[in-house]
């Protein structure tokens, strides 16, 4: 008999001993039982086991009643359990919450009058007027080149998903409001940042 039947029919054996196999499982176990020793001794054994725990003494369980307690003391365990857990995770997030707002209040109340890039070089605001525009949909490129060199304005940003575009005037800058206000031809809407 090769090892993995041997193993096979080893697991079978509480079962054929129960009487809860199939026939043909039952003939294999019969055929190695007649072919191996070992396994006689194995069900032997089995079959003490099985012997002594049917003579034990039935014990009294504590029932229905005493089931609910267990299961009640186990919740209440659990549950002191869990409160503890959570209570400090809350913590630690608390604390770490309430330190990030007094670090973002500190940095947003104090005082700036430049903004101070990550290489230690001092930025200033470039002077002039900040617009936010709409071009007219029917000037061209070309157009749009004119008026923007020809009145020294520089687009800083845009555009935005409602066509919306920021510029910069930093030469004569009311002046040049003025006179761009008047080129309803270019510019379809103006507001002042």
Same mark, same amino acid.
């Given at each position: 008999m090769n090892t993995t039947n041997r193993n *096979?029919?080893?697991?079978?054996? %509480?079962?054929?001993? #129960?009487? $809860?196999?199939? /026939?043909?499982e039952i003939m294999l176990v019969e055929q190695a039982l007649q072919e191996s020793e070992e &396994? /006689? =001794?194995? &069900? #032997?054994? &089995?079959?003490?086991?099985?012997?002594?725990?049917?003579? /034990?003494? @039935?014990? $009294?369980?504590?029932?229905?009643?005493?089931?609910?307690? &267990? =299961?009640?003391?186990? *919740?209440?365990? #659990?549950?002191?359990? !869990? =409160?503890?857990?959570?209570? #400090?995770?809350?913590r630690f997030t608390a604390i770490a919450a309430s330190l990030l707002l007094v670090v973002q209040s500190i940095t947003t109340l104090m005082p700036t009058e430049d903004y101070q890039a990550a290489g230690d070089q001092t930025i200033n605001q470039p002077a002039g007027l900040t617009l936010s @525009? $709409?071009?007219? %949909? *029917?000037?061209t490129e070309q157009q749009l080149r004119e008026v923007l060199t020809q009145y020294r304005i520089s687009i800083i940003n845009g555009p935005s998903a409602l066509g919306i575009y920021q510029l910069r005037l930093t030469h !004569? %800058?009311? !002046?040049t409001l003025e006179k761009i206000k008047s080129r309803t031809d270019i510019f379809e809407s103006i507001q002042m940042d």
């Amino acid at each position: 008999m090769n090892t993995t039947n041997r193993n *096979d029919i080893e697991l079978l054996l %509480p079962f054929y001993l #129960n009487g $809860t196999l199939e /026939q043909h499982e039952i003939m294999l176990v019969e055929q190695a039982l007649q072919e191996s020793e070992e &396994l /006689q =001794q194995e &069900l #032997n054994f &089995l079959a003490g086991i099985q012997k002594k725990t049917k003579q /034990q003494p @039935v014990s $009294t369980s504590p029932g229905e009643i005493g089931f609910k307690r &267990l =299961q009640r003391s186990i *919740d209440k365990e #659990n549950k002191v359990i !869990a =409160q503890k857990s959570m209570s #400090n995770g809350w913590r630690f997030t608390a604390i770490a919450a309430s330190l990030l707002l007094v670090v973002q209040s500190i940095t947003t109340l104090m005082p700036t009058e430049d903004y101070q890039a990550a290489g230690d070089q001092t930025i200033n605001q470039p002077a002039g007027l900040t617009l936010s @525009v $709409t071009f007219s %949909p *029917d000037i061209t490129e070309q157009q749009l080149r004119e008026v923007l060199t020809q009145y020294r304005i520089s687009i800083i940003n845009g555009p935005s998903a409602l066509g919306i575009y920021q510029l910069r005037l930093t030469h !004569a %800058p009311k !002046a040049t409001l003025e006179k761009i206000k008047s080129r309803t031809d270019i510019f379809e809407s103006i507001q002042m940042d």
